[in-house]
């Protein structure tokens, strides 16, 4: 069973608007773990933002916050004022508690537009 | 932060021989390696856990006699593409996971890929 998902194939954005990626995941552990990461053309993967599933906040880096959203099961990703470098795949994941491994979705391929 | 490198970077091939491919935690010990299967346009699909000194754990659907994994050190895992075929042609990427840390981010990181081409 798909554990996480992202139904945004492609978004398209224009430059220095804020854009929001969606991401629901499914677990039934009460403890686990919600990543965004980066990947630019290149391939490299790059952490952007965790978010525990204890944490009361959202997590926030620079430009970059979560919205986690516990009961809808949604942990969707913010990025203000976009830059054209923000261009990018970004994938969801998760890892439950116990667990060694990261879980991805199927991605968002986010264009932003001069 | 902690990096991870891996070599080559991009490797052509011909089909039926077979190619290795090294990921080194540089700056940290990784007692478990993670090695990710990655078509275009596609997510990362994992193939396998490798824990330092034991046998990798491989995902349904994955080879473990044409994916060897060899996780010897701390520092060290390789895959092994055995007899590599045109279907084999991926970007593979290899994650290591701290020894040290609670359940955080900081945990897991990711080397730069390999892109392989079997001609």
């Known amino acids: 069973a798909q554990k996480i998902t992202q139904t945004q194939p492609g978004m398209f954005v224009q430059e220095k608007e804020a854009v929001t990626l969606d991401c629901t995941y499914d677990t039934s552990d009460q403890s686990y773990g919600l990543f965004w990461y980066k990947q630019p053309s290149s391939g490299e993967m790059i952490f952007l933002i965790y978010q525990g599933s204890y944490d009361e906040q959202n997590a926030t880096e620079g430009r970059y916050s979560l919205n986690f959203q516990k009961a809808r099961k949604s942990a969707n990703l913010v990025i203000s004022a976009s830059q054209l470098g923000d261009s990018a795949m970004y994938f969801c994941a998760m890892r439950e508690r116990g667990a060694q491994k990261l879980v991805f979705g199927q991605g968002t391929r986010l264009t932003i537009n001069p | 932060g902690a990096v991870v490198s891996q070599h080559p970077s991009w490797v052509i091939c011909k089909s039926g021989t077979s190619v290795k491919i090294e990921c080194r935690s540089l700056d940290f010990q990784a007692t478990t390696m993670f090695w990710y299967r990655q078509f275009p346009k596609q997510s990362l699909m994992l193939m396998a856990t490798s824990n330092e000194g034991s046998k990798a754990t491989y995902e349904q659907g994955v080879e473990k006699d044409k994916f060897l994994i060899n996780h010897a050190s701390l520092t060290l895992s390789t895959l092994t593409v055995t007899s590599a075929h045109p279907e084999d042609s991926s970007f593979y990427i290899c994650?290591?996971?701290?020894?040290?840390?609670?359940?955080?981010?900081?945990?897991?990181?990711f080397g730069p890929g390999t892109r392989l081409t079997v001609l």
């Open positions: 994650s290591a996971r701290s020894t040290s840390g609670q359940a955080s981010y900081n945990e897991q990181f």
